[in-house]
Nanobody
Framework: QVQVVESGGGLVQAGGSLKLSCTASGLRYEHPTMAWFRQVPGKEREGVACINWDGTYTYYADSVKGRFTISRNNAKNTMYLQMNNLELPDTAMYYC?????????????????WGLGTQVTVSS
């Protein structure tokens, strides 16, 4: 049974930092491409960051470049999203996804497995 579980969300002041984690288990492919998405009510889901199987290629949405860093530790089956200099528009539910394709400008597609999300709220 595939399980994708996010953690690390919370409330933070603008300019602060948070680190999200995502653990995936039960996948057929041991180290799949993984990504972070986010969504706010009433808006479409947005691709935030994406990473290939060994971390040699990373992709970022234009809105988070220079502030967010995606990484992974395959020995722990865990992916991370370090978020620095958070801004009010970063407030969203953040979702981890596994086994898909990375693309430019947040265009990440065909992800098969999803977590339930972790809420990030940035306050002024």
């Amino acid at each position: 049974q595939v399980q994708v579980v996010e953690s690390g969300g919370g409330l933070v002041q603008a300019g602060g930092s948070l680190k999200l984690s995502c653990t995936a288990s039960g996948l057929r492919y041991e180290h799949p491409t993984m990504a972070w998405f986010r969504q706010v009510p009433g808006k479409e889901r947005e691709g935030v960051a994406c990473i290939n199987w060994d971390g040699t290629y990373t992709y970022y949405a234009d809105s988070v470049k220079g502030r967010f860093t995606i990484s992974r530790n395959n020995a722990k089956n865990t992916m991370y999203l370090q978020m620095n200099n958070l801004e009010l528009p970063d407030t969203a539910m953040y979702y981890c996804a596994a086994n898909g394709r990375c693309g430019d400008h947040g265009h990440y597609t065909d992800f098969d497995y999803w977590g339930l999300g972790t809420q990030v709220t940035v306050s002024s």
